[in-house]
């Protein structure tokens, strides 16, 4: 099996994820957000698989560093897709895709196994 994982490079949560599927000997092609931003069209098609409060990484330093305005715009799809397109430290990590087009967010290793 082979699974596509989005996130970014030297963020923990994907590194424990990267040993995690490399120990279970999962394939997986890696999207960098810091070298491939995330598309209108890629970020839609993840909610139409899980909802907004999921994908924003509402824990993490860019958002926190959000104006109020802008976390104002985080919480309706329409504002936060170019918000998180332009800032895709925001999106939940790692997001992984299945062959039979499902997905999982975080590092919840049970959840990722089960998808396996």
């Given at each position: 099996?082979?699974?596509?994982?989005?996130?970014?490079?030297?963020?923990?949560?994907?590194?424990?994820?990267?040993?995690?599927?490399?120990?279970?000997?999962?394939?997986?092609?890696?999207?960098?957000?810091?070298?491939?931003?995330?598309?209108?069209?890629?970020?839609?098609?993840?909610?139409?698989?899980?909802?907004?409060?999921?994908?924003?990484?509402?824990?993490?330093?860019t958002y926190r560093?959000?104006?109020?305005?802008?976390?104002?715009?985080?919480?309706?799809?329409?504002?936060?897709i170019p918000l998180?397109?332009?800032?895709?430290?925001?999106?939940?990590?790692?997001?992984?895709?299945?062959?039979?087009?499902?997905?999982?967010?975080?590092?919840?290793?049970?959840?990722?196994?089960?998808?396996?």
């Amino acid at each position: 099996m082979s699974v596509l994982v989005y996130g970014i490079k030297n963020c923990n949560t994907m590194k424990k994820t990267f040993d995690f599927l490399e120990e279970k000997g999962v394939e997986y092609q890696f999207v960098d957000y810091k070298k491939q931003k995330p598309t209108e069209a890629l970020l839609k098609g993840f909610l139409k698989k899980t909802n907004l409060d999921a994908l924003v990484n509402r824990k993490g330093m860019t958002y926190r560093k959000l104006s109020d305005t802008e976390k104002e715009a985080s919480q309706n799809s329409d504002t936060a897709i170019p918000l998180l397109m332009e800032r895709s430290s925001m999106i939940k990590r790692p997001i992984i895709t299945y062959p039979d087009g499902s997905l999982t967010l975080g590092f919840v290793p049970e959840e990722i196994e089960a998808k396996l």
